[in-house]
C-alpha cells in the first residue's frame, strides 16, 4: 500500500465548476499536511497547508479527518489557470522527510 | 532573494559520464533534499541533509552521492550515469513547518 495516495485524474472539469480531491494517507502519526500545485515541467509550490480545524484561501478549501487519514481539496469557480496536478504531501515524523503523493491532473476546460 | 537554485537547467550525458547538480539556497533553512520525478510518479527522495555536515539516504540512494558544502550548498553527484536515471532532479529546502521550497529543476536525459 502506498503511504500517500491520490486518484490521477484527469479531472476534466468546465470552467466555473467546483471541484474536489481527495488523499489518504497510512501513518497515522503524520502531523503534518499540506497541498502543492505543480504545473507541466516546473517545480513544486506549496498551495495550502492543511490545519485540524480545516483552512480557506479564497477559493481553496481543505479539510483533514484524522480518524479516517484523509486529506481532502476543494476549488470553487474554477478557473482556467486552475489546471495543474495538484500533490498531496505528509510529513513522516520519524525524521525530516515528507512524504509525496503521485498528484491529481486537474484540467479546466472554457 | 533568490529562493532556491539550481544548475544546470538541461543536461544530456552518455552512459558512464559523471556530472554534479549544484543546488544553493539563500533562506538560511537548515534541511535541504534532492529529489527525482519521473513521469506519472510522485516526487522520491533521493538523499536528504538535515543539517550542515550531515547526509542521509533517501528512497533511491544507488548511483549518486551528495555533499553538503555548507548551510547553502546541497550538490548532488552521479559517478557513472546510467540510462534510469533519466529524470528531472528537484532540489529542495526545508523551511518553517515542515514546508519545503523548490528549485527550478534540472531536466537529465542519459543516452
Known amino acids: 500500500r502506498k503511504e500517500v495516495e491520490q486518484d490521477p485524474g484527469p479531472f476534466n472539469v468546465p470552467e466555473g465548476a467546483t471541484v474536489a480531491f481527495n488523499c489518504t494517507y497510512s501513518?497515522?502519526?503524520?502531523?503534518?499536511f499540506f497541498w502543492y500545485r505543480q504545473d507541466c515541467r516546473k517545480e513544486p509550490k506549496l498551495l495550502m497547508s492543511?490545519?485540524?480545524?480545516?483552512n480557506e484561501d479564497g477559493r481553496f478549501t481543505a479539510q483533514l479527518n484524522r480518524a479516517s487519514q484523509y486529506i481532502s481539496l476543494l476549488i470553487r469557480d474554477s478557473k482556467l489557470s486552475d489546471s495543474a496536478t495538484y500533490l498531496c504531501?505528509?510529513?513522516?515524523?520519524?525524521?525530516?522527510?515528507?512524504?509525496w503523493g503521485a498528484g491529481t491532473k486537474l484540467i479546466i476546460k472554457p | 532573494n533568490a529562493g532556491v537554485t539550481q544548475t544546470p537547467k538541461f543536461q544530456v550525458l552518455k552512459t558512464g559520464q559523471s556530472m554534479t547538480l549544484q543546488c544553493a539556497q539563500d533562506?538560511?533553512?537548515?534541511?535541504m533534499y534532492w529529489y527525482r520525478q519521473d513521469p506519472g510518479m510522485g516526487l522520491r527522495l533521493i538523499y536528504y541533509s538535515a543539517s550542515e555536515g550531515t547526509t542521509d539516504k533517501g528512497e533511491v540512494p544507488n548511483g549518486y552521492n551528495v555533499s553538503r558544502l555548507n548551510k547553502r550548498e546541497f550538490s548532488l553527484r552521479l559517478e557513472s550515469a546510467a540510462p534510469s536515471q533519466t529524470s528531472v532532479y528537484f532540489c529542495?529546502?526545508?523551511?518553517?513547518?515542515?514546508?519545503?521550497?523548490f528549485g527550478p529543476g534540472t531536466r537529465l536525459t542519459v543516452l
Open positions: 533562506m538560511n533553512h537548515n534541511s
Open positions: 492543511v490545519y485540524s480545524s480545516g
Open positions: 504531501v505528509v510529513n513522516d515524523p520519524s525524521n525530516y522527510q515528507l512524504i
Open positions: 501513518n497515522s502519526a503524520s502531523q503534518s
Open positions: 529542495a529546502s526545508r523551511g518553517a513547518g515542515d514546508t519545503q521550497y
